[in-house]
Nanobody
Framework: QLQLVESGGDLVQAGGSLRLSCVTS????????IGWFRQAPEKVREGVAC????????EFTDSVKGRFTISRDKPKSTVDLQMNNLKPEDTAIYYC????????????????????WGQGTQVTVSS
């Protein structure tokens, strides 16, 4: 059974950093792209970052470029989102997601084409 479990959300001051972790199980990361999404109150969910199944190609939404990075640890089956220079507008529930692609691919799908989701972790950035 494919599972995604997020952790690391917290309350942090503007300018601070957080590292979110997504523990994956039940599938091989070599065949799946992993993404991070977020949903702020009364807003639609948006894609934040994607890591292709190769573990090399990354994509980010414009608002987080230069501040967020995404990486994975295959032996631990985790995909982390490092968030630096956080802003109040980064406040949201952050979700980890997965979608089947091909082996060792650099491809990141459209933000609307994701299959599996975690339960989310709350990030709150105070001004």
């Amino acid at each position: 059974q494919l599972q995604l479990v997020e952790s690391g959300g917290d309350l942090v001051q503007a300018g601070g950093s957080l590292r979110l972790s997504c523990v994956t199980s039940g599938f091989n990361l070599d065949y799946y792209a992993i993404g991070w999404f977020r949903q702020a109150p009364e807003k639609v969910r948006e894609g934040v970052a994607c890591l292709g199944s190769s573990g090399e190609n990354t994509e980010f939404t414009d608002s987080v470029k230069g501040r967020f990075t995404i990486s994975r640890d295959k032996p631990k089956s985790t995909v982390d989102l490092q968030m630096n220079n956080l802003k109040p507008e980064d406040t949201a529930i952050y979700y980890c997601a997965a979608v089947r692609t091909t082996y060792n691919s650099n491809w990141c799908p459209d933000w609307s084409d994701w299959q599996y989701w975690g339960q989310g972790t709350q990030v709150t950035v105070s001004s």
